[in-house]
């Protein structure tokens, strides 16, 4: 047990400390470390580690580069130093002043815990959030740093990316660059919950997040309380889990995050003080918002924060990078650039570390923070044509609305009157992955562009294909679920896919031992809906039984290209297990609190004039 989530910590401890290998003794021979106390403006300290350039001077100030995070940051004691430091090693070898922070509750910091801190009215001293955690860390900085250029950067990915978009917040005049990277905008969509739906692969994390420190760490506290693998068949696990209930009170009845998703089913105030998006307003500082198209744990995220700040920031030097990444992929070179069995290009993590990233803290902390870094507004990559693309606007100016409804097995280009139908039980799920192995995992990563036809041609899924291209068709931007459904039952979700069908010829330019890439289904985009939130996440409504009744939703962006031979799929289910919880299919106040007796089995309906919304780059 120990083993295996030690390599998942190690993992976490990467992402805050870079994933770049280089000489074992560079930061020990070109660097000074101190580690100190800082005071935020409640009494609170929090544990902090600097790591200075050993030939800083008066005549050579350095700006800093921060990253606050909640997974330590080790290794902890001034004579011991880490493999590397900051996003990348080629800002490491320009020389800048890393500074790093064991956030509220952590580690060796003081204070209370909590997951994605909300924001609050600052009318006193005693009103704290990340945002002032952040003012008063640079505050102190400036002021007791020596030979400081009175710039700082911020960066962090996943979980520390959620505290550099709060540190956005914070308006420190400093503060001139933030590259949220991977980052949780609203726990609603990110991370935990999808639309509100329980990630359930999520299930073995919450050790990490739901259980308070007593004293100061320098070792994960929490490590005897995760759940020990049993089997290499994951699935098995969850199936003899139960249901969610059965798993809440076997494991995490002490577990304080797990308790306070349970009794939050609803987007209800407690939910919505965990959205950094409301907050984002009159970003005066450069931002470049970093994600991975493939990001199975926050891709809703990266998108979300770039685009509120373009509409609620017009001024703001905005950018979004998106590449062919899962979860914090970009901060380390694998050369050859896989995901899952899709291969994308070589040498991508240095492309972007290169000529996106370091560009970008190059320019705002050592150059003219008036000017334009010289990085396009959005740099995306083509996860069909395997380039990247620059764009001056996000989505793409030449994007246009096109819809393809639902019929007949096939993508239409106009409505029909008719219907394809499905049997839905809860007691025998549609599987999310193919591969059990995965489902041992700390979180998922694998499904974002696994091989679908594992469940093609079940009875509770719906097909709808296209004829093979004739050209190219490249999806640039948004996707939108318009479904018009009607169930026996009062309660149901649905689970899109965006597929794209190889050609029964394909042969791929790299490829991995035992796959088969000749008519492989590999998933584009998906997204899941409990439609008892279809007209309002803060009140649930049931289904009408039989009653023709629209569900809409947003999937995720996406840029991919078809190409011609390919074919264009959309599946369509009511359960996506073990991924995601199980709907009872019964309508209820809590369905977190279903048990096996609450299951109910349905025919579901998919009317013809249902739609998949895309943007379309002409």
């Known amino acids: 047990m120990q083993k295996y989530f030690q390599i998942t910590f190690v993992f976490l401890m990467i992402l805050t400390f870079g994933q770049n290998k280089p000489d074992n ?37 350095l700006p800093f580069i921060m990253q606050r ?118 726990f609603w969509n990110d991370d935990f919950l999808h639309n509100g739906k329980f990630m359930l692969g999520y299930f073995r994390t919450f050790p990490v997040f739901g259980i308070q420190k007593t004293k100061a760490e320098k070792d994960g506290w929490f490590m005897d309380t995760f759940i020990k693998p049993t089997s290499e068949d994951g699935l098995k696990f969850y199936r003899d889990m139960g249901t969610l209930k059965d798993g809440y009170e076997k494991y995490y009845k002490n577990n304080f995050f797990m308790t306070e998703i349970m009794n939050h089913p609803n987007y209800d105030d407690f939910w919505q003080k965990r959205s950094l998006l409301p907050h984002l307003k009159n970003v005066k500082h450069a931002v470049m918002t970093v994600g991975g198209w493939f ?46 069995d899709i291969y994308f290009g070589d040498s991508i993590a240095t492309y972007y570390q290169k000529n996106l990233e370091t560009k970008f803290f190059n320019h705002y902390l050592k150059g003219d923070t008036k000017t334009d870094a010289g990085i396009p507004e959005a740099v995306m990559f083509d996860t069909g044509s395997d380039v990247w693309k620059e764009f001056a606007q996000y989505p793409p100016k030449n994007a246009k609305k096109v819809s393809f409804y639902l019929a007949d097995g096939t993508l239409k280009n106009t409505a029909t009157n008719d219907f394809s139908e499905y049997y839905s039980d809860p007691s025998n799920p549609v599987l999310s992955s193919a591969n059990l192995k995965d489902f041992n995992g700390f979180t998922p990563r694998n499904y974002m562009s696994e091989d ?5 041609g079940r009875p509770d899924v719906v097909t709808f294909t296209t004829d093979a291209l004739t050209e190219d068709m490249t999806f640039g931007g948004e996707l939108m679920a318009k479904l018009n459904i009607a169930s026996t039952s009062t309660d149901a979700d649905f689970a899109v896919k965006l597929i794209d069908v190889y050609p029964e010829d394909f042969v791929p330019k790299e490829k991995k031992d035992g796959v088969i890439y000749n008519n492989y289904h590999q998933m584009v985009r998906s997204e899941i809906m409990p439609a008892r939130f279809r007209n309002s996440r803060e009140k649930p409504e049931a289904l009408v039984p039989n009653q023709k009744t629209a569900v809409n939703f947003k999937l995720q962006d996406v840029m991919h290209t078809f190409k011609k031979g390919h074919k264009i799929q959309i599946q369509i289910m009511s359960t996506w297990f073990p991924l995601f919880t199980v709907n009872p299919q019964k309508f209820m106040d809590n369905p977190n609190f279903a048990t096996k007796e609450d299951y109910t089995k349905a025919f579901i309906k998919i009317f013809g004039d249902s739609s998949l919304e895309v943007d379309v780059l002409k």
């Open 25 to 61: 003794t560079f930061v020990k021979d070109h660097y000074t470390k101190k580690e100190v106390y800082i005071t935020m403006r409640d009494g609170v300290k929090l544990f902090t580690s600097i790591y200075t350039p050993k030939d800083i001077s008066k005549n050579k100030k």
């Open 69 to 186: 995070t909640c997974y330590s940051i080790a290794p902890y004691g001034e004579t011991e130093f880490p493999r590397s430091l900051g996003p990348n090693k080629y800002l490491m070898q320009d020389e800048y002043i890393f500074v790093y922070q064991d956030v509220r509750g952590r580690y060796m910091s003081e204070g209370t815990w909590t997951n994605m801190t909300p924001q609050v009215e600052h009318k006193s001293k005693k009103d704290v959030d990340e945002s002032t955690d952040t003012y008063d860390t640079i505050e102190w900085l400036i002021k007791n740093v020596d030979n400081n250029n009175k710039k700082v950067g911020q960066y962090g990915t996943s979980y520390p990316g959620f505290y550099t978009a709060a540190g956005i917040l914070s308006d420190h005049p400093a503060l001139v660059a933030s590259s949220p990277q991977a980052p949780i905008s609203d």
């Open 295 to 340: 990001d199975a744990e926050d891709l809703s995220g990266p998108l979300n924060i770039y685009k509120t700040i373009e509409k609620t920031s017009p001024k703001a030097k905005n950018t979004i990078v998106m590449g062919p990444f899962s979860h914090g992929g970009w901060g380390r070179e694998t050369g050859k650039a896989f995901h899952n």
């Open 452 to 456: 679908q036809r594992f469940s093609e």
